[in-house]
């Protein structure tokens, strides 16, 4: 993908993050690594619902910015530390999708294997220890997860979701939080069924 392409791509998950309600005035960040080792992402103090494409910041893998007018977002370390770990990362999503929020500020991880679109699509979704938003710490309690699973909750924080293209990181944040309403909606009926044993991907 050509940078304007990019640009673009990163402007319309934007809205869609806002539309969907995954994210709320200035939260999340999203961000795109480049065939060639650069990372175009959002800025800070930009609402995700209002991004424009010349809005967007461009770093290298040590978060130097090479082309923009703003600030990177202040976890930019974090979605560098995926890409650190993760070669097979080429793009990562952090949002607040409030139901996937409240379990992770429960400190409780995704794992109930209750529909098979979720199990294939994210596996199961731990939970990242504490770290203050926008420090190196964060990147490090995610960093154990970045090659084995698909997506992380950020104890207290938010979701982290990552894929080898936008819309895939983008999809699997839908997907989070689509399964955490569900375990919600479960919990509040009794408890619900998991899927037979061996019939989960």
Do not use: Q
Not at 14 to 43: E, H, I, K
Not at 66 to 88: C, D, K, Q, T, W
Not at 99 to 126: C, I, N
């Amino acid at each position: 993908m050509t940078d304007r392409a990019i640009r673009k791509s990163i402007v319309d998950v934007g809205r869609r993050l806002y539309a969907r309600g995954l994210v709320a005035s200035f939260d999340g960040n999203v961000s795109v690594r480049t065939d060639d080792g650069r990372v175009w992402t959002t800025p800070t103090g930009v609402p995700k619902g209002r991004l424009r494409p010349r809005d967007l910041v461009c770093t290298d893998l040590e978060g130097r910015v090479l082309r923009g007018r703003r600030a990177p977002s202040s976890e930019i370390r974090m979605h560098l530390r995926v890409y650190r770990e993760n070669p097979e990362a080429r793009a990562a999503v952090h949002a607040h999708p409030p139901s996937a929020t409240a379990f992770a500020a429960a400190g409780l991880p995704l794992d109930r294997p209750v529909l098979t679109e979720m199990a294939a699509v994210l596996g199961t979704v731990p939970v990242a220890p504490y770290a203050a938003p926008g420090t190196e710490a964060v990147g490090d309690s995610v960093a154990p997860f970045c090659r084995t699973h698909r997506a992380v909750l950020l104890a207290n924080h938010g979701a982290l979701s990552w894929g080898a293209s936008l819309e895939e990181a983008y999809g699997r944040m839908e997907s989070l939080e689509s399964y955490a309403t569900v375990l919600l909606h479960l919990a509040r009926l009794g408890g619900g069924r998991d899927l037979p044993e061996g019939t989960a991907p």
